[in-house]
Nanobody, 115 residues
Framework: QVQLVESGGGLVQPGESLRLSCVASEFAISTAFMSWYRQRPGKERELVARITNGGSTNYADSVKGRFTIPRDNAKNTVYLQMNSLKPEDTAVYYC?????????WGQGAQVTVSS
């Protein structure tokens, strides 16, 4: 059974950085589309960043230039590197694995940006 385990959330001040990790078990992430979504308070879940099996990436306009989604295939881990964090980045962040009919979610990681 495919499982995704996220870590790295927490409380940071505006302008600081944070890195989320998502480790996959029972599936090679190098063959999948790996994505980070977030759900801000009172909002619907939205796509933040994605990396394809070919290594192409795309980002939400709100995080372009600040967030990146590196992948370490040897560790079967995808990251979300978040720089220059803003209060509006406060959300629960979810890792997602997509591969044909497979759609798997992590448990979520809370990120709070506040002074």
């Amino acid at each position: 059974q495919v499982q995704l385990v996220e870590s790295g959330g927490g409380l940071v001040q505006p302008g600081e950085s944070l890195r989320l990790s998502c480790v996959a078990s029972e599936f090679a992430i190098s063959t999948a589309f790996m994505s980070w979504y977030r759900q801000r308070p009172g909002k619907e879940r939205e796509l933040v960043a994605r990396i394809t099996n070919g290594g192409s990436t795309n980002y939400a306009d709100s995080v372009k230039g600040r967030f990146t989604i590196p992948r370490d295939n040897a560790k079967n881990t995808v990251y979300l590197q978040m720089n220059s964090l803003k209060p509006e980045d406060t959300a629960v962040y979810y890792c997602n694995l997509g591969h044909y009919g497979l759609n798997c979610w992590g448990q979520g990681a809370q990120v709070t940006v506040s002074s």
